[in-house]
C-alpha cells in the first residue's frame, strides 16, 4: 500500500513533503500518513490524457482492495497492466511491481481464482522484466507448492537455477543462493515421500531406494552450503540433519548441527541448541545434553526446556548442581508465563526438599533470593494471587504455601503482624460494645 500511495502522489507534493517535513514536526506535530479511504484525485503538471486514466484507475483499484471489493478490483486491474507500455522513467519498474503484488493479492481473495490464473499472471510479470524474476519465480513456487503440486514447484525453482542476465545475475547473487536452498527443501520434500512409500512396503525396491538416494545427493549439495552463509536457516538444517540421520551419517549430523549452533558468524540462535539438544538427547548423551541446555538458558531463561534442565542437574550427586537448578526454576519463575504452572513449583519443591539436606541450605536461598525480594512477592504471593490460585487451581495454592516461608519470610512476618494488628481492633470493638 506503501508504493500505492507513492505512486498516487503528485511529484510537487512528494518533494514539498520531503523538503519540509522537520519543520511541520516541529510546528504543527507529527502528521498522519495513514491512507485516505476516499483520496481526492489530484491532476499532476504535464500529465498526458493516457497516465491520467492510469492515475484513476489505480485510484479505484486501491479504494476496491481498501474495503475488499474483489470483484471490482479485479475488473479495473484487468485495465491497469497497459502501465507495462509505458516508457516514462523511473515509472516502469515501479509499475511492474505494483501490477504484480496486487493482481496476486486480488487473486488470493477473489473467489473464482484458478491456477491458470496465477500462472498467467506470474509468467507476464517474469517475462516484463528481469529486476524482480527471481523473487517472482519463489513467490510462484510457493503457490503451486501450497496446492501440494511440488514437482511444478520443483521445475519452477530448477528454471529460476538456470536464470542468467548480464549484470543483474549477479547483482542478485543473495537471491540466487535463496532459489538453491529452496529447492534442495523440495527435494527433501520428495524424499520425504519416497521414504514414506518404502516404509509402508513390505519387500526391498531397489528403484524406490535408488531414488531416494538420488534426491539425497541433490538436496544435501545445497543444503550443506547454508552454512556458508550466516543466518537462521532452521527449516533446511532440520531437512539435512534429518536425512543424513536416516542414513547413520551421525557424525556429520552433530558438525552441523554444532556448527549451527556455536559458530560466532551466525546470529544468536535459541532453535540452533533446541535442534542440538534434540539430536543429543535421541542418542542418549546427557552430559552433553547439559551443556547445550546451560548455554540455551543463558539465551532463554524462561524457556520450556529448563524445566527438563532443572530434572538432569538435579540427578546428578554433585553437590552445586542442586543449587544450579535452584537458580534454574527460579529465573523460569521471574517470567509470568510460568506463574501458574504447576509443574514448575512442584519442581522447585523437590529442589528446595533436596537442598534442604545441606547445612547451608538456608543462606543458599537466601542468597538466590536476595535480588527478588522486594518484587517477587507482587508477583507470585500478593493477596490477589492467593484468592485466585484457591478458586481456579488449589493444588497450586498449596505447592505455593509451603514455600512462601522459604522463599519469602520476610512476607510472612508481614502477614502475621497485620493478623495481630486486626486481632487487637477487633478486640477492642468488642470491649467498646460491652
Known sequence: MDDLERELMPVGNLNDDLDSSEDNST?????????????????????????????????????????HRWQEAAEYMACYPQMLDDTTRGKHQQCKELIWRMATEI????????????????????HSGVKHYLLICLEHSFHLLLHGQIQDAKRELSAAESWRYGKESTAQYERTKLIHAYRSLLDYIIW???????????????????????????????????????????????????????????????????????DSAFPPNPNAHVYLYQYLKRHDRKIEMKKVLKNLQTLVPSHELMLEYSSLLLRSDKKGNVQKALGVVLDMLDFACWRSNVDVWKRLKDI???????????????????????????????????????????????VKASLTSILCPDLMLKYSAVEVINGEQKQRKKTKKT
Open 192 to 262: 520425504c515421500d519416497k521414504k514414506h512409500a518404502h516404509s509402508n512396503t513390505d519387500y526391498s525396491d531397489s528403484d524406490n531406494n535408488q531414488d531416494m538416494n538420488n534426491y539425497f545427493r541433490q538436496a544435501s549439495v545445497n543444503l550443506k552450503e547454508i552454512l556458508k552463509n550466516p543466518g537462521i536457516w532452521d527449516p533446511f538444517i532440520l531437512s539435512y540433519v534429518e536425512m543424513l540421520e536416516y542414513y547413520e551419517n551421525h557424525e556429520e549430523a552433530e558438525k552441523v548441527l554444532n556448527d549451527y549452533a556455536y
Open 107 to 126: 487473486l488470493h481473495h477473489h473467489d473464482n481464482s484458478k491456477m491458470e490464473d496465477y500462472k498467467s499472471i506470474y509468467e507476464r510479470m517474469k
Open 352 to 398: 528446595v526438599e533436596k537442598l534442604q539436606l545441606q547445612e547451608d541450605w538456608k543462606e543458599v536461598v537466601s542468597e538466590k533470593m536476595a535480588a527478588r525480594k522486594d518484587w517477587w512477592p507482587a508477583l507470585h504471593f500478593s493477596r490477589f494471587h492467593n484468592r485466585e490460585d484457591s478458586r481456579d487451581n488449589p493444588q497450586l495454592m498449596g
Open 27 to 67: 510546528k504543527e506535530g507529527r502528521k498522519s500518513k495513514l491512507p485516505l479511504v476516499n483520496p481526492i484525485s489530484v491532476e499532476k503538471p504535464n500529465e498526458t490524457g493516457f497516465h491520467k486514466s492510469m492515475r484513476i484507475c489505480l485510484e479505484q483499484i486501491r479504494e476496491a482492495l481498501l474495503h
